[in-house]
Structure formats: structure tokens, C-alpha cells
């Protein structure tokens, strides 16, 4: 197979494809035992009809078609390897040529491919890079703070007869108008004065409402066929309750923990801190790696790529064909197709490999995001084909976590920073390839002897 690849521009090519004969002819014989299969002919059994039976009855071009379509996609992947470049969308393919539809068996494919290819750069050594990131600093305002949050999952709810305020619970019915004409309404809803998570000005008006009162705003609908469309909405405060806090002595250490005082509680809350700014240090590092890798590279973004990012967010927040959202997305979009064309080139450079326990894990934890069972999620992913997709986002993953290793990273304060427990070590890497190969080689020996035993 001869390939001859043409620059459209550094982000697209023009593939062009000559296949001999003799590579189609396997496909193209499966191709009669097929479509033979599929057919009676009197004087033949199925299955046995000869090929130019099959030429006279059905066509040849019948018999090509099938034969060019079902090897279409390993000359095309062929086509791309000899070329040595990453497609990014779907090709563009067309038939220049084809195999003899009449005469003798015989003549040669040709096609050309025009696709959309990852560009071409070379990625700077991240060896010698020095970074830094704020310095671990626990306060008592921050131990105060999670003491706070703590004593918020403890606390009871009590009705009040006073007007509502900001960090009451109310409980309300929502009716929706647009033009006069109610468009939705729901009833019972539980909501905390000052979250912010439902309609913009909710908070406000629920502001001052007493149990059995009501007020009307305006805002733009945040969800339903309605969605973003401005509406004239009714909020009912069917009850308001005021949020209890425990007190914070050793009575609620021991209830809320397994401490017996208050101080040992707030000691560990303290490590817990120091943990969470720790981890907060790796994501910083991280963050602060991938912007010196992308200012230390050059190259053009395809723009169709961040069109079909474009359209793949619109299609799934139900608002496919706004041309407003799509040029609000444009720049984030832009940026986020970068990054991920920088870290597939790295995660190729440093030869990332993703286990299966990865996956799994990496699947299990989506699944919860969405609230769905792993099993219902992997499942629908499968069946999706957006496997691929999570294999390369792990990759992608593990190779800013890989590169973090050759760096050096200090704090605001002067002291070294170091990332192992979160970006892990080349030496855990080598000891979990060495029990990987271990386990292989054990169930493959159990294999053979359970093989030999029977």
C-alpha cells in the first residue's frame, strides 16, 4: 500500500491511498462467501455459489462495495501510521478508483482521506523546572471553620414564627408565569436562604417571608423546556426553620467523633486541614506545570475540533443551535483543546500506560458523580464507545503526575514540597509492574495446570 500525505494547513492533511489488488482480495473473496451465503440460486447450495454466478445475479460493484467497506477502516488506519500523524475527527474519505467491475478479476483502490491531525511540536524537558506554591499555614480560623461545618451536620431544625433570614431552611412552592400563562410549578421543595443554587433572586425575595407568605420576582428559568426564558415566579414559604447548632464542648466530641474532649477533636480537624492544604499544594503544582508547558509551546488549535466541543456541550445542555452560547464557550473551549493536545503529546512522550484497575476505578468514581450505579455506568459507557475517551483522560492524568516527579517544588516559605503521596514515585511504579507481571505469570501457571488437567 503506497500513501502520499499533502498539508492542507498544520492541523489538516490530504491522504492519498493506492491499495494493490492482492491486499483486497481476502476481503473481497469473504465478500462472495457472504453475500453467497445470503442468496439461492437453483443448481447451487448455499453457500457454494461461484463468484461470476454472484457477478450476474447481484453485481459486482455489490460484492467491491461490501469488500472496500469492511476493510476501509484498517486502510485507513494504515494509510495513518505511514504518515505518522494522530487524527482528531473523523476523515473525510472518497473513492478515486476501484478494483474491475467488469473483465477479469483485477485493478487497484484508490482513495483519499482528508482529516483533521493532532498538530506537530516538540515538548520541552520538564527536568530543572523549579515551582512554587503557597506553604501549608493552619489557622484557627480554618479549624474554626471546619468545627462549624461539623456541628452543621449535627444540628436540628426548629419552626419559627419569625420573618425568614439568610441560613434559615424553608420549606416552598415555586410557580413559574411567562406571559400570564403558568409554564411549571413545584411544591415541598427544602431550600437554604443564601446557598444561591436554584433562581437567581430567589434569596432575596424569600428574605422577610413569614410561614404563609408569599412574593413574586423576576428571573430567567434555570431548567425545563423553558429554560433561560425570563418568567414572573411566585414563592410561597409554606414553613420556616431555623438551623440549631450543638454546642461545641466535649459532649459533642464524643458524639461526633472518637474523641473524648473537645481539644483532641479539634487537633484532628487540624491534621485533617493540613491534609486537605497538602493536596491542595499538589493540585497547585500541578495547575502551575501545565501553564509553563503551554507557554513554552507553539501551535495552531483546530478550529473544527473546538466546533464539535462546542456542539457536543450545547447538544447536552439542551441549547444546540445558539450561536450566542457557542461564542461564550469559544475561548474556554479553545483553551481546554490545547491543554488536552499538549497532554496527550506528553503522556506519549513519558510512555504512559493505564492499568484496568485504573479504568475501573477511574469509572466507579464518575458513576458516583452522576449519582448512578457503576455497574448501569460502565455498562452505558461501553455501549457508548466512550471507553477510549477515558482511557486517554486518565493518561492524561497520570502524565502531568509523571512529569511532576522530575521537578522541584518549594513553598512561599523556602521549604522543598514533596508531591510523592499524590503524584506517587518511579520506584512504586516499577514495584507494581513487577506484581502485575507476577500475577500474570501466576494466572497463566494456573491455567496450564488446570489445561493439563483436564
Known amino acids: 500500500m503506497k500513501t502520499t500525505v499533502e498539508n492542507l494547513d498544520p492541523t489538516r492533511i490530504k491522504l492519498s491511498v493506492e491499495v494493490p489488488y492482492e491486499t483486497l482480495a481476502p476481503a473481497i473473496d469473504a465478500a462472495y462467501k ?5 442468496i439461492q440460486v437453483p443448481g447451487f447450495r448455499k453457500g457454494k455459489v461461484p463468484a461470476p454466478v454472484i457477478d450476474q445475479r447481484v453485481g459486482r460493484a455489490a460484492v467491491l462495495d461490501r469488500a472496500i467497506n469492511q476493510m476501509m477502516p484498517e486502510l485507513y488506519r494504515d494509510a495513518m501510521v505511514q504518515a505518522d500523524r494522530v487524527p482528531m475527527l473523523q476523515p ?24 483533521t491531525v493532532r498538530p506537530v511540536f516538540e515538548l520541552p524537558s520538564v527536568e530543572g523546572t523549579e515551582l512554587t506554591v503557597d506553604a501549608v499555614e493552619v ?28 441560613g434559615d431552611f424553608v420549606t416552598i412552592d415555586l410557580k413559574a408565569e411567562i406571559d400570564g400563562e403558568e409554564v411549571d410549578s413545584a411544591s415541598g421543595i427544602s431550600y ?12 432575596t425575595a424569600l428574605r422577610g417571608l413569614k410561614a404563609g407568605e408569599s412574593a413574586t420576582f423576576s428571573t430567567q428559568l434555570a431548567g425545563g423546556p423553558h429554560e433561560g426564558e425570563d418568567a414572573e415566579v411566585t414563592v410561597t414559604a409554606t414553613a420556616v426553620k431555623q438551623r440549631d447548632l450543638p454546642e461545641a464542648d466535649d459532649d459533642f466530641a464524643q458524639e461526633a467523633s472518637e474523641f473524648d474532649t473537645i481539644a483532641e477533636l479539634r487537633e484532628s480537624l487540624k491534621d485533617q ?14 495547575d502551575l506545570l501545565l501553564d509553563e508547558l503551554l507557554s513554552k509551546v507553539e501551535f495552531d488549535v483546530p478550529s473544527d475540533v473546538v466546533k464539535a466541543e462546542i456542539d457536543k456541550h450545547l447538544q447536552a445542555t439542551g441549547k444546540s443551535g445558539d450561536e450566542d452560547a457557542a461564542k461564550e464557550l469559544e475561548e474556554d473551549m479553545t483553551k481546554g483543546v490545547r491543554e488536552q493536545i499538549l497532554l496527550d503529546v506528553l503522556a506519549e512522550d513519558l510512555e504512559v500506560q493505564v492499568e484496568q484497575g485504573e479504568l475501573i476505578e477511574f469509572l466507579f468514581q464518575t458513576a458516583q458523580q452522576y449519582g448512578m450505579e457503576p455497574g448501569q455506568f460502565m455498562q452505558g459507557a461501553q455501549r457508548a464507545g466512550q471507553i477510549p475517551a477515558f482511557v486517554a483522560e486518565i493518561a492524561r492524568n497520570k502524565s502531568l503526575a509523571m512529569a511532576l516527579r522530575q521537578v522541584k517544588v518549594t513553598d512561599s516559605a523556602g521549604n522543598d514540597v514533596d508531591l510523592t503521596p499524590f503524584v506517587g514515585s518511579d520506584e512504586q511504579d516499577a514495584a507494581a509492574l513487577v506484581e502485575q507481571v507476577e500475577a500474570a505469570a501466576k494466572a497463566a501457571a494456573a491455567q496450564t495446570e488446570a489445561d493439563d488437567a483436564e
Open 34 to 38: 457472504e453475500i453467497g451465503s445470503q
Open 92 to 115: 473525510e474519505v472518497e473513492i478515486a478508483d476501484a478494483p474491475n467491475l467488469v473483465g477479469p478479476a483485477g485493478g487497484d483502490l484508490s482513495f483519499t482521506a482528508e482529516v
Open 139 to 166: 489557622t484557627d480560623e480554618d479549624v474554626d471553620a471546619e468545627l462549624e461545618n461539623l456541628r452543621g451536620r449535627f444540628a436540628s431544625l426548629k419552626n419559627v414564627t419569625r420573618k425568614a433570614k439568610t
Open 192 to 203: 437554604e436562604i443564601g446557598k444561591g443554587n436554584m433562581l437567581k433572586g430567589l434569596d
Open 273 to 286: 486541614v493540613r491534609e486537605t492544604k497538602a493536596a491542595d499544594q499538589a493540585v497547585a503544582a500541578r
